[in-house]
């Protein structure tokens, strides 16, 4: 347990700042399902590029601000990326 108060000031604003990055990271969860569902449900390719264009943006902004990695932000659009380039060939 933390004696000093310097200690005990960096507990209260770790838990602050985790449970920050924990809602900021499940908003683009839902993002990113909000974007599946709407492949699944397979409606117009300009919303689905919308909606993914969304979902891209605030993939980028929780790794400018070092909530997730880059590597998992690059894995992630891409394969959001990838569903909708395979909707579109399978359309055309």
């Excluded at 985790?18 to 492949?39: C, Y």
Aim: no cysteine; proline share 0%; glycine share 2%.
């Amino acid at each position: 347990m933390a004696h000093s108060l310097s200690a005990k000031k960096r507990i209260r604003q770790n838990s602050k700042q985790q449970a920050r990055n924990r809602a900021h990271r499940g908003s683009v969860r839902t993002q990113i399902k909000k974007f599946q569902k709407l492949v699944r449900s397979s409606s117009e390719l300009d919303a689905l590029a919308k909606e993914l264009q969304l979902t891209q943006k605030k993939i980028d902004q929780l790794t400018a601000k070092g909530r997730i990695h880059k590597n998992t932000a690059a894995r992630q659009k891409s394969q959001l990326a990838r569903r909708l380039n395979a909707l579109k060939t399978k359309t055309d």
